[in-house]
Nanobody, 125 residues
């Protein structure tokens, strides 16, 4: 069974950090670009960051540039999202998603077709 499983969410104070993980099972991430998305209550889901299948090319939403870092460890079949300097407006359910591609870049507009179940991130004092 093909699955993406997110972990690492939780409650953190403003200015704090969290590292989210996205682990794949049933398939190898080597051929997939990976994106992180988030959805806050009452808002549409939006893109946060993505990473290419090879070469480590990345892209970020303007709202998280300089604070979030995406990375991948293909040997562990896992993608990470390091989130620093967290703000209350980062509160959301965070999802990772995968799309098989031959491209060596990534874009949050790709048609991601494998999705995890999400992990809650709450930034509050």
């Amino acid at each position: 069974q093909l699955q993406l499983v997110e972990s690492g969410g939780g409650l953190v104070q403003p200015g704090g950090s969290l590292r989210l993980s996205c682990a794949a099972s049933g398939f190898t991430l080597d051929y997939y670009a990976i994106g992180w998305f988030r959805q806050a209550p009452g808002k549409e889901r939006g893109g946060v960051s993505c990473i290419s299948r090879i070469g480590g090319r990345t892209d970020y939403a303007d709202s998280v540039k300089g604070r979030f870092t995406i990375s991948r460890d293909n040997a562990k079949n896992t993608v990470y999202l390091q989130m620093n300097s967290l703000k209350p407006e980062d509160t959301a359910i965070y999802y990772c998603a995968a799309v098989r591609t031959v491209q060596t870049t990534c874009a949050l507009t790709y048609k991601y077709n494998f999705w995890g179940q999400g992990t809650q991130v709450t930034v509050s004092s």
